[in-house]
């Protein structure tokens, strides 16, 4: 079978890249590329440790764009307490060398999508959803386009992990993400609910350590650091693994479970702004539109993980 043509759209962030290997590690899937956004750190940092991550991939033609700089109303909201000062705090990976392409993200995306036949293309945010929107926004024609979605972001039964109810990839850009869920392309999104029960546990990262290449050293490099700052938060048993579940749900759609629901972003009010509004027990007559996934299974998943990344 032809590998599916996706683009990735990210904020890199240690989970953003362990996410990126496990794409270009797997044959089934083609990407055909990497459009950076401000997120985990500003865009001049994300772009740089995209390309980073696909040259330690051995992947140095890749296509990476770098796009928004800025989330569409509100500031930049980033995380480096979470991702450390360069968004990929942890392994010492080298300064990229490959180029970064002559293109804004944004119009690379709208003429890859309108250069496609419809229903082609695959796209899979992990970041805030600035570049997706701006897209949709300046050419509407690109929806037929897309085959699906498939983005990290949201918390409903989870609650948030930037405010009490809002995630962060939402919570930066709430405008963009409602530009994006209310769009009517086919969506799934994986949640704080399910990401929350993907936890690399420290007997996990060994084992990616284990694997003695500079892909699986780097890995669990990225995972001790970032996973420092979630065992504070979320206790022994590890910090979750947010984004590689997008690429994972394409490989392995079996690994999850979840339901088509109503999903609405606040935008209206401080308090709650950017929470996703999840119609879980369909008692609203707002018809579906995000398949909202919320059960992993995480040795599965893991085991994914490290099979493919033993293949770089
Ligand atoms: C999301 O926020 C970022 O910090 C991670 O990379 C992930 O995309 C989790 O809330
Ligand atoms: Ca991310």
Redesign the pocket.
Known sequence: MAPRPIIIDT??????AIAILLALASPELDVLGITAVA??VPLALTEQNARKVCELAGRAETNVFAGCARPMLRPLVT?EN??GRTGLDGPDLPAPTMPLRDRHAVDWLVETLMAAPDGEITLCP??PLTNIATAIVREPRILPKIREIVL??G?FFEGG??TPTA???IYVDPHAAHVVIDSGVKLTMMP?DV?HRALMRHDWIERIDRLGTPVGKAAAAMMSFYERFDMEKYGEAGG?L??PCVIAYLLRPELFQGKDCNVVVETGSELTMGMTVVDWWDVTDRPANCRVMNRIDADGFFGLILERLGRL
């Open positions: 904020d890199p962030g240690q989970d953003d997120g985990n995380a979470v991702h992990i970041g990290m972001g918390g992990n930037t995630e962060f990839n704080l990401t979750p947010h984004d």
